[in-house]
């Protein structure tokens, strides 16, 4: 199964650079699966887990972005989607971004139900949803804030019905755009510049958040290239009536430090202090690496035919 969208990219989605605003890109490629996702579960659902979403280019003002959603797999209550986004200029196309996703059918109550519709999982597929059910439960065990590292930021904002679905949760896409917006200003204040979006890591949903939620989205920078850094971002939900805190996800974001042409610029190196500092250092490199190898793969296997 199959669906594609046509987004149109206008002024109030670009940037100061005319180019696609990082968090509106990946709302995009959320909106189309989600899309495909409620033809399947033909009622509610919420964002389960993303794998990963690389931007490989950046669509400007005027491009149309076609962006095409398939599903790979469903398990009980769940289904796997892939999304591309392509890149249209008079009449040619190229590949802009790619993402991984995981959708749970839910009732009324926001609990998992079971779906119709059957796709077999092949192999692969079946080992993606192990390695997902492994990064939940490091998620769910990995509740520390980030303010403690050497470079941080706090977000904060209240969810409104205009951010949310009608099941009163809110819409991950809109996540998406405000996880961008928090963990970008984190990026540029370090780098003392502007920077692009280059990619989302893996994120595993613990609890949703709700409409009347207070958001929290914690940044911190985790790792610096020559001219790229990672910045962790930690998601918490708070009840504003009695204080309670609970986490959403955690997850780590990409950027490149440009110039005022746009062209990638030096930043300064992150020292880090504290063991802690230098265990995520390390895994975040690591990550860093395979990420590479992932997104040359991805893009030599994937066309826009």
Partial sequence: M??????????????????????????????TSGILMSSISKGNYLLASVDYIFLFRPARLGDVLRVIAKAN?????????????????????????????????????NKPRKLDIKIPPDENAEKRRMQRLERKKHTMNDIDDILDLSFTRSYIRTIYPEHGFGN??????????????????????????????????????????????????????????????DVGGKVYAINHYTGEKRLVTSTVFSFVAIDENGKPRPIPKLNPDSEKEKKIFEERLKEREERVKTSKRLQSEISCD
């Fill in 168 to 229: 009163g949760i809110l819409y991950a896409g809109k996540m998406y755009t405000m996880l961008d917006e928090a963990l970008a200003i984190v990026a540029k204040l370090y780098s003392k510049g502007n920077a692009f979006t280059v990619s989302a890591g893996p994120a595993d949903f613990i609890s949703p958040v709700k409409i009347g939620d207070i958001l929290e989205i914690q940044g911190a920078v985790e790792y610096t290239g020559n001219t790229s850094l």
């Fill in 73 to 109: 797999a469903t398990w009980n209550s769940s289904v796997e989607i892939e999304v591309k986004g392509c890149i249209r200029r008079e009449d040619k196309e190229e590949l802009g971004a790619v993402g991984l996703m995981t959708y749970v059918a839910v009732d009324e109550n």
């Fill in 2 to 31: 199959r669906t594609e969208t046509y987004y149109n990219v206008f002024p109030w989605h670009t940037n100061h650079f005319g180019s696609l605003h990082g968090g509106i890109y990946m709302s995009w490629l959320i909106d």
